[in-house]
Nanobody, 124 residues
Framework: QVQLVESGGGLVQAGGSLRLSCAAS????????MGWFRQAPGKERDFVAA????????HYADSVKGRFTISRDNAKNTAYLEMNSLKPEDTAVYYC?????????????????WGQGTQVTVSS
């Protein structure tokens, strides 16, 4: 299996930036696609961004397009989510996920492993 640990969350003012990290262990990192999802209280877990095994294909939710960037460093077994121009609506617990497939996916049901989440709070 794949173990995932998120870090980098925190409290930031609207317009600020945060960089989330997802450290992976277990299965060879190069063989899995990665995704970021978020969940606010009382809401469903929503897709944020995904990246394929090599880092050559990325997908973004419309709500974060142009503001967030997903990337990965296979040599470090780590995926990242760089978040810029943050809005209060971005406040949520952010989860890193891994899929036992080389192709990126945008639905949480297609991911096999999940981290514990990291809180991101954007104040106005």
């Amino acid at each position: 299996q794949v173990q995932l640990v998120e870090s980098g969350g925190g409290l930031v003012q609207a317009g600020g930036s945060l960089r989330l990290s997802c450290a992976a262990s277990g299965r060879t990192f190069r063989s899995v696609a990665m995704g970021w999802f978020r969940q606010a209280p009382g809401k469903e877990r929503d897709f944020v961004a995904a990246i394929n095994w090599s880092g050559g294909r990325m997908h973004y939710a419309d709500s974060v397009k142009g503001r967030f960037t997903i990337s990965r460093d296979n040599a470090k077994n780590t995926a990242y989510l760089e978040m810029n121009s943050l809005k209060p609506e971005d406040t949520a617990v952010y989860y890193c996920a891994a899929r036992l497939n080389t192709v990126a996916a945008v639905t949480p049901q297609l991911y096999n492993f999940w981290g514990q989440g990291t809180q991101v709070t954007v104040s106005s």
